[in-house]
């Protein structure tokens, strides 16, 4: 995994972030922090929107955003058009978002899925690549023009 790999959270999602970045490390696998790094309330679109903007400086290939429910990051990275945000609580979404979708940004909710799963997850979206062909030609019409 040579990933440029962002990641972030909100409050809710700090603590898993946190155990999902030293399963990184583990790995070999650096990444970018993108805060939040306090327990404190704070707003999950700020982080999705730094996420986004550092996915269109070509800073980052891809990003993990976690909140409660993965929902509002996942809403809020894909305004950017360069992001390709998917929210899962299982491997299954995550493996073929990247395959079909060429999914860049991995969402989930700290409050949904417990860790094992979470890192599961996490490790099927990096370790599944785009198969391009036909659904290259999709993910091509996903942005209007
Ligand atoms: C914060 O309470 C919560 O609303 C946020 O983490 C996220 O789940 C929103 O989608």
Redesign the pocket.
């Known amino acids: 995994m040579t990933v440029q790999l962002g990641v972030a ?5 700090l603590e898993l972030k946190r155990t999902l970045v030293k399963e990184l490390e583990k790995r070999g696998v650096l990444v970018r922090e993108f805060g939040t790094t306090t327990g404190d ?1 704070c707003d ?1 679109p700020d982080f999705a929107h730094a996420i986004g903007r550092a996915i269109e400086a070509g800073e980052i290939e891809r990003a993990i955003l ?10 809020a990275a894909n305004r950017n058009a360069a992001v390709r945000a998917v929210v899962c609580s299982e491997p299954l979404t995550a493996r073929m978002s990247r395959q079909h979708n060429d999914a860049n940004v991995l969402c989930m ?3 949904v899925v417990g860790t094992g799963t979470a890192i599961d997850i996490m490790d099927s979206f990096l370790s599944a690549t785009f198969e391009g062909g036909r659904h290259a030609a999709r993910v091509a019409k996903i942005n209007p023009a």
């Open positions: 959270s909100d409050h809710a999602g309330s999950y976690i909140c409660g429910t993965g929902v509002g990051m996942s809403i909710g700290a409050r």
